[in-house]
C-alpha cells in the first residue's frame, strides 16, 4: 500500500529559529500534498494544499511567509517553519494524494514543541 | 467551504454495546465521506468511507450510513471493545483524491470494560 514517510517525528526548538518537516511518498507520487496542524485535542486544520511544481495554496488565517511550503517533485514536499514561536507548538501532519486508488495517505506527525 | 460539524464530543459505552456517532456536512458539492481513527500521537487511521453513490457500507463490527438528502452520516460500531477506546473523526471530501478533505470536530470514544 501507500507509505508517506514523515520526519522528524518529534523537534524541540528555540523560540525564533526554523524548523523543517519532510514528508515523502515512497511508492507512488504525491500529485497534491495537504499540510494539517492539529493542536491538543482538537481536530486536523488545513493549512495549505501544494500542488507539485506550483505555489501552495494556504487557508484563510495561515501566514504564507511563516509557514513555507515546497513541492519541487512528486515525491517530497517539505514545510518550514520560520521565526517559530510557543504557539506555533503542535502536531503537523501531512496527507498526500495521487488522485486515484490510494485516496489520501497520512505521514506519522511531527510534534513541534517551540521553547 | 465545507464545514463539518460531529456529535458527540465524548461518548462512553459499555463493552459490547454499539456506539453511534454523527456528522452533518454543508456542501452539497461533497462525495467522499471517511471516518478515522487516531490514537495518541499517531496519524489518523482510516476505518470506514463511503461515497455518495451508496447509502450504507459496512465491514465487520463497523458500519457508516449516509443520508445525502439531509446531508448527513454516521459511524456505527457493534459489539465494542476496549482497543475501540480511541478519537473518532468525520471528515468530507468533494472529489476523492484530490480535493481536501474537511475534518469535524472530533468524538472521544471510550469503551468502558
Redesign the interface.
Given at each position: 500500500g501507500a507509505v508517506v514517510s514523515q520526519h522528524p517525528s518529534r523537534v524541540i526548538c528555540k523560540s525564533g529559529t526554523s524548523v523543517k518537516i519532510e514528508c515523502r511518498s515512497l511508492d507512488f507520487q504525491a500529485t497534491t500534498m495537504f499540510w494539517y496542524r492539529q493542536f491538543p485535542k482538537k481536530s486536523l486544520m488545513l493549512m495549505a494544499t501544494s500542488n507539485e511544481g506550483s505555489k501552495a495554496t494556504y487557508e484563510q488565517g495561515v501566514e504564507k511567509d511563516k509557514f513555507l511550503i515546497n513541492h519541487a517533485s512528486l515525491t517530497l514536499s517539505t514545510l518550514t517553519v520560520t521565526s517559530a514561536h510557543p504557539e506555533d507548538s503542535s502536531f503537523y501532519i501531512c496527507s498526500a494524494a495521487e488522485g486515484g486508488a490510494y485516496g489520501y495517505t497520512f505521514g506519522s506527525g511531527t510534534r513541534l514543541t517551540v521553547v | 467551504g465545507e464545514n463539518v460539524e460531529q456529535h458527540p464530543s465524548t461518548l462512553s459505552v459499555q463493552e459490547g454495546d454499539s456506539a453511534v456517532i454523527k456528522c452533518t456536512y454543508s456542501d452539497s458539492a461533497s462525495n467522499y465521506f471517511?471516518w478515522y481513527k487516531q490514537e495518541l500521537?499517531?496519524?489518523?487511521q482510516?476505518i470506514i468511507?463511503i461515497r455518495s453513490n451508496v447509502g450504507e457500507k459496512k465491514d465487520q463490527r463497523i458500519a457508516v450510513t449516509l443520508n445525502k438528502t439531509a446531508k448527513h452520516f454516521s459511524l456505527h460500531i457493534t459489539e465494542t471493545q476496549p482497543e475501540d477506546s480511541a478519537v473518532y473523526?468525520c471528515a468530507a471530501s468533494a472529489n476523492?483524491?484530490?480535493e481536501?478533505?474537511?475534518?469535524?470536530?472530533?468524538t472521544r470514544l471510550t469503551i468502558i470494560p
Amino acid at each position: 500500500g501507500a507509505v508517506v514517510s514523515q520526519h522528524p517525528s518529534r523537534v524541540i526548538c528555540k523560540s525564533g529559529t526554523s524548523v523543517k518537516i519532510e514528508c515523502r511518498s515512497l511508492d507512488f507520487q504525491a500529485t497534491t500534498m495537504f499540510w494539517y496542524r492539529q493542536f491538543p485535542k482538537k481536530s486536523l486544520m488545513l493549512m495549505a494544499t501544494s500542488n507539485e511544481g506550483s505555489k501552495a495554496t494556504y487557508e484563510q488565517g495561515v501566514e504564507k511567509d511563516k509557514f513555507l511550503i515546497n513541492h519541487a517533485s512528486l515525491t517530497l514536499s517539505t514545510l518550514t517553519v520560520t521565526s517559530a514561536h510557543p504557539e506555533d507548538s503542535s502536531f503537523y501532519i501531512c496527507s498526500a494524494a495521487e488522485g486515484g486508488a490510494y485516496g489520501y495517505t497520512f505521514g506519522s506527525g511531527t510534534r513541534l514543541t517551540v521553547v | 467551504g465545507e464545514n463539518v460539524e460531529q456529535h458527540p464530543s465524548t461518548l462512553s459505552v459499555q463493552e459490547g454495546d454499539s456506539a453511534v456517532i454523527k456528522c452533518t456536512y454543508s456542501d452539497s458539492a461533497s462525495n467522499y465521506f471517511p471516518w478515522y481513527k487516531q490514537e495518541l500521537g499517531k496519524r489518523p487511521q482510516l476505518i470506514i468511507d463511503i461515497r455518495s453513490n451508496v447509502g450504507e457500507k459496512k465491514d465487520q463490527r463497523i458500519a457508516v450510513t449516509l443520508n445525502k438528502t439531509a446531508k448527513h452520516f454516521s459511524l456505527h460500531i457493534t459489539e465494542t471493545q476496549p482497543e475501540d477506546s480511541a478519537v473518532y473523526f468525520c471528515a468530507a471530501s468533494a472529489n476523492f483524491g484530490n480535493e481536501k478533505l474537511t475534518f469535524g470536530t472530533g468524538t472521544r470514544l471510550t469503551i468502558i470494560p
